[in-house]
């Protein structure tokens, strides 16, 4: 069974940065997709970052050049860098994991991510 656990998550005033991660245990494939989704309250779970394991990377358009996806292999851990934060990035993130690689059109779609960790919130106030 593959286990995500999220960390990271905290409040900081407009303009801030966080860094995410995300511990990935007992998932041993060579060929994969992790991603970050974020939910605010009463709206949908939508995708933010994705990165497959042969490093393609995937950025929602609200996030890019503010957001950065990476991994350590060593340390089994994904990472999102948040930088410039926003009022309207406060959520409930996160972290998804894909057995198997996805086409760029598709790694930010939830329907593609079977497993999911508990999430870690992120609070952005102005």
Known sequence: Q??????????????GSLRLSCTVSDFTDSTYCLAWFRQAPGKEREGVAALDSDGSSSYADSVKERFTISRSRAKNTLYL???SLQPEDTAMYYCAAA?????NSMRLERSQYA????????????
């Open 81 to 83: 860098t948040m930088k």
């Open 99 to 103: 057995r198997d690689l996805l086409m």
């Open 2 to 15: 593959v286990h995500l656990v999220e960390s990271g998550g905290g409040s900081v005033q407009t303009g």
């Open 115 to 126: 497993y999911w960790g508990q999430g870690t919130q992120v609070t952005v106030s102005s």
